[in-house]
Nanobody, 121 residues
Framework: QVQLVESGGGLVQPGGSLRLSCAAS????????MGWYRQAPGKERELVAR???????NYADSVQGRFTMSRDNARNTAYLQMNSLQPEDTAVYYC???????????????WGQGTQVTVSS
């Protein structure tokens, strides 16, 4: 089995910062894509940032210049550093990964349980 476990959400004032972590564990052969999505109340889930392979991260226009995603491939972990947070960033943030398990030939999609980020004064 494979699990994605997120941490780091919470309540922060506008202009503040938070750092999210996502650790993948289990019978992992390789991880191609890791990404962060978010879903605000009444809205669809949207891509925030992702890293495909060893390429540079791609960001949503709304977070470009404020959020930074990184990966530690040795630890199967992804991070999302969020700076200059605004109330519109309030959402549940989900980690996503495309993972090929050992003894499998094709990758599968995995999601974390979600972590709440609330930006409010």
């Amino acid at each position: 089995q494979v699990q994605l476990v997120e941490s780091g959400g919470g309540l922060v004032q506008p202009g503040g910062s938070l750092r999210l972590s996502c650790a993948a564990s289990g019978s992992i052969a390789s991880i191609n894509v890791m990404g962060w999505y978010r879903q605000a109340p009444g809205k669809e889930r949207e891509l925030v940032a992702r890293i495909i392979g060893i390429t540079n991260p791609n960001y949503a226009d709304s977070v470009q210049g404020r959020f930074t995603m990184s990966r530690d491939n040795a630890r199967n972990t992804a991070y999302l550093q969020m700076n200059s947070l605004q109330p519109e960033d309030t959402a549940v943030y989900y980690c996503y990964a495309s993972i090929r398990r050992r003894a499998k030939y094709t990758p599968e999609d995995y999601w974390g349980q979600g972590t709440q980020v609330t930006v409010s004064s």
